[in-house]
């Protein structure tokens, strides 16, 4: 389910698809509307841990306010590092994210995160269980 969802996240509007309580967060697209926000806060943000200033990240809560009933997040990448942080001001959420950004020595009870052997954006996720790339790309969210 986690696959089909992140899927779908990255073909909406503001990269965001929510399924019963399970809300899906895109990671950085690079179309017109959205792709040179989220590559300036890529470059400019996410290296000073400031997730919760991204663009995906208020798009993520703009949603979740409108849903209630959301209880688990699953990100890709930036996706990944907006969920993270949302779990941080919403202490029942739990997120599950693949390929995230984060800069952690040991994981967390409540954000479970996946990353790619090789995969340079993931690098510092120390807490990150860790699989081989299912093909070239490392950075995918797919093969966990």
Not at 97 to 122: C, E, M, N
Not at 123 to 135: E, F, I, M, N, W
């Amino acid at each position: 389910m986690d696959e089909y969802g992140l899927r779908e996240s990255y073909d909406s509007p503001d990269g965001i698809v929510v399924h019963g309580d399970t809300m899906y967060i895109a990671g950085t697209r690079l179309d017109r509307v959205s792709g040179l926000r989220d590559v300036l806060d890529d470059f400019t943000l996410i290296p000073t841990r400031q997730a919760s200033s991204t663009q995906r990240y208020q798009q993520a809560l703009t949603a979740l306010k409108k849903r209630k009933g959301v209880k688990y997040l699953v990100g890709h990448s930036l996706g990944g590092a907006a969920a993270a942080a949302l779990t941080e001001r919403f202490p029942e959420l739990q997120a599950r994210v693949y390929g995230a950004p984060l800069l952690r020595s040991s994981g967390s009870v409540r954000v479970k995160s996946f990353r790619h052997q090789y995969d340079p954006i993931s690098a510092l996720d120390r807490g990150a269980s860790v699989s081989k790339a299912p093909g070239f790309n490392p950075h995918s969210f797919k093969g966990f």
